[in-house]
């Protein structure tokens, strides 16, 4: 097959509609991997030397990272129980 | 940064680099989506689940990675297994076969993803306003009118805008084709 069939115009639209955007939301909270697991690296390394504040997390986990500028989604949720060790 | 490879890329999301994150979560987001949606015909929600597995796992295992030029190919299998264990829980039914699982075609619609990503690459490389042109109409689905507002550009004058972008579009991938069969490929 030549270069020139190969992307003649109309396969060109075809290949572009093949990859229509994620939804925005979806691409912010990926993009935000790195800040989140940072976040929650130190909140357990806190956790792990202060008793108190290991017992707030595990009374109110939701409002706890709401206090750290962390949205708390079931993801988030679930990972942090996990490393918390509940 | 667009312009990095994918390899330099994956090298300074490695490093630290949040913004290099950013931009490969940018870079391939429509990709993973894509072979999700359109090659597992995952429910949304399914989708949006699988999508930031994906994406949370690279992060984390990016160290694991053989050849930061493959990326691509990594992320599609990645994205495949989990699509497929998506679909394995929701059957709840004995262990299926992943050839059972799988889609008729899924191996075609790969391709024709992966062709479609390096068209996506040559029109970044085109840059606006083509690129946005291109982008609202055909990956988008926006109207002639809609488009038109957006961009302050006379409906009536969109559709030979758009046949001039794809003519831009197709010799920048052929021009990238013979720079790479001029330096014997990449």
Same mark, same amino acid.
């Given at each position: 097959?030549?270069?020139?069939?190969?992307?003649?115009?109309?396969?060109?639209?075809?290949l572009?509609?093949l990859?229509?955007?994620?939804?925005?939301?979806?691409?912010?909270?990926?993009?935000?991997?790195?800040?989140?697991?940072?976040?929650?690296?130190?909140?357990?390394?806190?956790?792990?030397?202060?008793?108190?504040?290991?017992?707030?997390?595990?009374?109110d986990?939701?409002?706890?990272?709401?206090?750290?500028?962390?949205?708390?989604?079931?993801?988030?949720?679930?990972?942090?129980?996990?490393?918390?060790?509940? | 940064?667009?312009?990095?490879?994918?390899a330099?890329?994956?090298?300074?999301?490695?490093?630290?680099?949040?913004?290099?994150?950013?931009?490969?979560?940018?870079?391939?987001?429509?990709?993973? %989506?894509?072979?999700?949606?359109?090659?597992?015909?995952?429910?949304?929600?399914?989708?949006?689940?699988?999508?930031?597995?994906v994406?949370?796992?690279?992060?984390?295992?990016?160290?694991?990675?053989?050849d930061?030029?493959?990326?691509k190919?990594?992320?599609?299998?990645?994205?495949?297994?989990?699509?497929?264990?998506?679909?394995?829980?929701?059957?709840?039914?004995?262990?299926?076969?992943?050839?059972?699982?799988?889609?008729?075609?899924?191996d075609?619609?790969?391709?024709?993803?992966?062709?479609?990503?390096?068209?996506?690459?040559?029109?970044?490389?085109?840059?606006?306003?083509?690129?946005?042109?291109?982008?609202?109409?055909?990956?988008?689905?926006?109207? %002639?009118?809609?488009?038109?507002?957006?961009?302050?550009?006379?409906?009536g004058?969109?559709?030979s805008?758009?046949?001039r972008c794809?003519?831009?579009?197709?010799?920048?991938?052929?021009?990238?084709?013979?720079?790479?069969?001029?330096?014997?490929?990449?």
């Amino acid at each position: 097959m030549s270069e020139q069939i190969r992307w003649n115009e109309e396969r060109l639209a075809a290949l572009l509609a093949l990859l229509k955007p994620a939804p925005a939301g979806w691409i912010e909270a990926a993009a935000e991997l790195p800040r989140l697991r940072s976040v929650l690296d130190e909140l357990v390394a806190r956790a792990e030397v202060d008793a108190g504040l290991r017992a707030a997390l595990v009374a109110d986990l939701e409002s706890a990272l709401i206090a750290e500028g962390v949205e708390p989604t079931p993801r988030v949720l679930d990972e942090l129980r996990q490393r918390l060790g509940e | 940064m667009t312009n990095l490879t994918d390899a330099q890329l994956v090298a300074r999301c490695r490093a630290g680099d949040q913004a290099a994150w950013a931009e490969l979560v940018e870079r391939f987001s429509r990709y993973v %989506y894509a072979i999700a949606v359109q090659g597992f015909r995952l429910a949304e929600h399914d989708a949006e689940d699988v999508f930031q597995e994906v994406f949370a796992r690279t992060y984390t295992r990016l160290d694991s990675l053989r050849d930061d030029a493959a990326i691509k190919p990594w992320l599609a299998q990645l994205t495949r297994n989990l699509c497929l264990d998506r679909l394995r829980e929701t059957a709840r039914t004995q262990p299926t076969a992943d050839e059972e699982l799988e889609p008729g075609g899924f191996d075609e619609t790969l391709v024709g993803l992966d062709d479609a990503l390096v068209v996506r690459e040559a029109l970044e490389l085109l840059g606006d306003p083509c690129a946005e042109l291109l982008d609202r109409f055909f990956c988008r689905d926006e109207s %002639y009118r809609t488009i038109g507002g957006a961009l302050e550009i006379p409906p009536g004058t969109i559709a030979s805008r758009i046949s001039r972008c794809l003519a831009k579009l197709r010799e920048q991938l052929e021009g990238r084709n013979s720079a790479a069969d001029a330096s014997g490929g990449r």
